[in-house]
């Protein structure tokens, strides 16, 4: 059975490398084009050693006419507003694509342009995007050539909640958000704020009030609840490589016990095979799903206050980005849900 061709543009960044680890190990996919701008013209191996021996591949520029006979299926590392002008011509020459950028998640073009500055720039293709979050658009994501790949921190988040909101089980206001995140989530390029002694043994918040993950949360979130919602999202950097852990604070209409809350929760994810939902007592940590594409969540009803609070671990850079479109792309193209996701693979 032939393989199913697959390109990364933007292959040299961290999301790109994460692609790299689990497609090496994915039986039904040949990885035949990669793209860099910082690395063109040179071996993949000289941005990522380890993989030297694994995928003796050049990195090529973008040139989209150029690369699109290469591959059937492109996975996209790039900046948003690059990620859709490269999208549009690929979907229109008969090439399914996952984007990992922001371009294509936010249905409503105003929304979009409100938080990030620039107009879209094809409606009907921003139409026709699917938002990747297996567990919650499967069916639309078997149908699709263009997905929409969810944002990291959205990921924990609406994991964490959607079972609440689905059933009609807690008010909508508040509903409060905390997040923190590994260095990794910033991306591969320099950045004087991510520097080792610029955050290590340090803790801060950022962005706070204006995060551009923020719309994405309360367009899934509210889709859920059948009616518009907000959020009060904080997310926070932490001194640490990778992992996104997420506290929800949320009031439910009744009290919901420790082990009714999991049994709505277990019954929810009963056929997402990875979501998984602690034992009572036990609270998620992001060593547990380290490299993996686990979402982990547990929760704590406080009968003092009434609040429930939800926590979920992710790692950002595989359930929160590459894995998940992985498993997009598995959902797309036929394979197995868990094809190639289950190993850990290689660490760049």
Not at 63 to 73: F, G, N, R
Not at 89 to 108: N, Q, Y
Not at 203 to 231: C, F, K, W
Request: aromatic share 8%.
């Amino acid at each position: 059975m032939p393989r199913l061709r697959v390109g990364i543009v933007g292959a040299t960044g961290y999301t790109g490398g994460e692609l790299l680890r689990f497609l090496l190990n994915h039986e039904g996919v040949e990885v035949t084009c990669i793209t860099s701008k910082t690395y063109g013209g040179r071996p993949l191996g000289e941005s990522y050693p380890s993989l030297r021996g694994f995928l003796d591949l050049d990195c090529l520029s973008l040139d989209v006419e150029k690369i699109a006979p290469m591959a059937d299926l492109f996975f996209l590392g790039l900046p948003h507003k690059m990620a859709m002008e490269t999208a549009i011509p690929l979907v229109d020459l008969g090439k399914k694509v996952i984007d990992l950028s922001a371009d294509f998640r936010l249905k409503d073009p105003t929304v979009y342009e409100r938080w990030y500055g620039i107009r879209h720039a094809s409606l009907p293709h921003l139409s026709q995007a699917v938002y990747g979050l297996p567990e919650l658009h499967k069916d639309q994501i078997q149908r699709s050539v263009l997905i929409a790949n969810p944002g990291c921190y959205p990921t924990g988040a609406i994991l964490g909640l959607a079972p609440l909101l689905k059933e009609r089980r807690i008010e909508l206001d508040p509903i409060i958000i905390d997040s923190k995140s590994g260095t990794s989530g910033a991306g591969r390029r320099l950045d004087l704020a991510v520097h080792f002694t610029e955050c290590n043994e340090g803790l801060r918040a950022y962005a706070v009030a204006v995060h551009r993950h923020t719309p994405e949360i309360e367009q899934e979130l509210s889709s859920l609840a059948g009616q518009p919602l907000s959020v009060s999202f904080t997310p926070h950097l932490v001194p640490m490589t990778r992992g996104i852990l997420s506290s929800m604070y949320v009031r439910p209409k009744r009290p919901l016990p420790d082990q009714e809350a999991l049994a709505l929760y277990r019954d929810f994810y009963r056929q997402a095979p990875f979501v998984r939902i602690l034992p009572e007592g036990r609270l998620p940590d992001t060593k547990h799903v380290y490299g993996s594409n686990f979402c982990d969540i547990g929760m704590r009803f406080d009968a003092r206050t009434g609040r429930l609070v939800v926590i979920s671990a992710i790692d950002n850079l595989v359930k929160g980005a590459s894995g998940q479109a992985i498993q997009c792309m598995n959902i797309q193209s036929g394979f197995d849900e868990r094809k190639g996701l289950w190993q850990a693979g290689l660490f760049p």
